[in-house]
């Protein structure tokens, strides 16, 4: 099984963390409870900080991504309690050849949270004329 990047956006606040620093922001929170719950369960995955997902207004943001598959961005989770669904998540599209996780699958805070979902890139080979 191919590794599953996991791309948390660390910059995400919620409404009433206006005046919080960037490491006591949810999203920052919600980082460090991934990487910690995925060296637990030794999953499959790598946990990636990015400083913007440009989802501000529907914290926390994450995304799915591996090679030859979609991509999927995710908002609306919950910084301090989101981490298993994230992962259960992760394992569900780690699961697949494309990413695209069936519908009925998909635990519920992702079925509500998805933002976008994003083709799959292709070889410059594939690409060129």
Known sequence: MAVT???VCTTCKLADEAGFAAPDRAGARLHRALSALASEREAPVEIIPVECLSVCKRACTISFAAPGKWTYVYGDLPADTGADVILDGA???GA???GLIPWKQR???LKRGVVSRVPPLHPASETQS
């Open 91 to 93: 394992a569900l599209y």
């Open 96 to 98: 697949t050849s494309d």
């Open 107 to 109: 635990p519920d805070a």
């Open 5 to 7: 990047h996991i791309y």
